[in-house]
Nanobody, 123 residues
Framework: VQLQASGGGLVEAGESLTLSCATSGYTLDHYAIGWFHQAPGKGREGVSCISMNGGNTYYVESVKDRFTISRNNAKATWDLQMNSLKPEDTAIYYC?????????????????WGQGTQVTVSS
């Protein structure tokens, strides 16, 4: 499965962005979806993950109450809504998919990765 994250950009602190995960010729209906970020000089970290049916979600503590992961399989949209952005959210954001039902938001659990999208938040 080929993935492509989009929607990144340069914003000021407090503003919002919506990231989208797209596929080429595939559907992600039967995949758990994860959003990860990688800041300069740091490893890739799970930000938020969602199960195949959307009933189970995970958020890293630093983004709780600010970010919302969603999926609409009928509309083929798999998004990460990011509100109240902070400079420390600056990173490259990746979406990833796993054909197994989600139970951990760990990098190793996800098989398919796309090109990331840069999010830069100025203070």
């Amino acid at each position: 499965v080929q993935l492509q994250a989009s929607g990144g950009g340069l914003v000021e602190a407090g503003e919002s962005l919506t990231l989208s995960c797209a596929t080429s010729g595939y559907t992600l209906d039967h995949y758990a979806i994860g959003w990860f970020h990688q800041a300069p000089g740091k490893g890739r970290e799970g930000v938020s993950c969602i199960s195949m049916n959307g009933g189970n979600t995970y958020y890293v503590e630093s983004v709780k109450d600010r970010f919302t992961i969603s999926r609409n399989n009928a509309k083929a949209t798999w998004d990460l809504q990011m509100n109240s952005l902070k400079p420390e959210d600056t990173a490259i954001y990746y979406c990833a998919a796993s054909p197994r039902e989600f139970w951990t938001c760990s990098e190793w659990f996800f098989d398919s990765w796309g090109q990331g999208t840069q999010v830069t938040v100025s203070s």
